[in-house]
T-cell receptor, first 112, second 113 residues
Framework: KAGVTQTPRYLIKTRGQQVTLSCSPI?????VSWYQQTPGQGLQFLFE???????NKGNFPGRFSGRQFSNSRSEMNVSTLELGDSALYLC???????????FGQGTRLTVV | AQSVAQPEDQVNVAEGNPLTVKCTYS??????LFWYVQYPNRGLQFLLK??????LVKGSYGFEAEFNKSQTSFHLKKPSALVSDSALYFC???????????FGAGTILRVKS
């Protein structure tokens, strides 16, 4: 079956712009989480959505937001981009609370 | 608060030798524990998990991990390393009352032929 799909794979944006990243979870998975990966901070949790509701949020500024649609697809948005937002953004989906998360290939965002 | 420690930035082993990648965790209550592997410019691939039951968990590609509650450890092991096992390995924990994964800093595994 198809895995977690993230689009686009690569993005280059200018400081001050905004960006939207997309994630399609594995069919039947209702939980979608987002993580930021940087060399300095490692893997950090952004937020998790379940049935279109945000269940948990990490310690990121309000410029980072997300949503989930009725088909479980999710988007995250970063507004007023800063150089420090350059990172690999990973989306993960899982079927239930006691199951493993499956990750997409990520979106590599570069802010110049 | 949950936390994960991977004390070794890098582990070097010779092909054919056993390997161990260490992980210790801190979480309230009983944990869900996971190992993931990441190859360059790729996402994370799931290797194995501990939810409940046997302390020795077997996963993909011949990897296994042992859950030790008293030592709060979940070390990743493989009896015979392959060059293709060279990658970045992450240990992660999720509390039973939470929905987020907390990752360790990662350990680079280098297997030399």
């Amino acid at each position: 079956k198809a895995g977690v799909t993230q689009t686009p794979r690569y993005l280059i944006k200018t400081r001050g712009q905004q960006v939207t990243l997309s994630c399609s979870p594995i069919s039947g998975h209702r939980s979608v989480s987002w993580y930021q990966q940087t060399p300095g901070q490692g893997l950090q949790f952004l937020f998790e959505y379940f049935s279109e509701t945000q269940r948990n949020k990490g310690n990121f500024p309000g410029r980072f937001s997300g949503r989930q649609f009725s088909n479980s697809r999710s988007e995250m948005n970063v507004s007023t981009l800063e150089l420090g937002d350059s990172a690999l953004y990973l989306c993960a989906s899982r079927r239930g609370d006691n199951t493993e998360a499956f990750f997409g290939q990520g979106t590599r965002l570069t802010v110049v | 608060a949950q936390s994960v420690a991977q004390p070794e930035d890098q582990v070097n082993v010779a092909e054919g030798n056993p390997l161990t990648v260490k992980c210790t965790y801190s979480v309230s209550g009983n944990p869900y524990l996971f190992w993931y592997v990441q190859y360059p410019n790729r996402g994370l691939q799931f290797l194995l998990k501990y939810i409940t039951g046997d302390n020795l968990v077997k996963g993909s590609y011949g990897f296994e991990a042992e859950f030790n509650k008293s030592q709060t450890s979940f070390h990743l092991k493989k009896p015979s390393a392959l060059v293709s096992d060279s990658a970045l390995y992450f240990c992660a924990v999720r509390g039973r009352d939470g929905n987020k994964l907390v990752f360790g800093a990662g350990t680079i595994l280098r297997v030399k032929s």
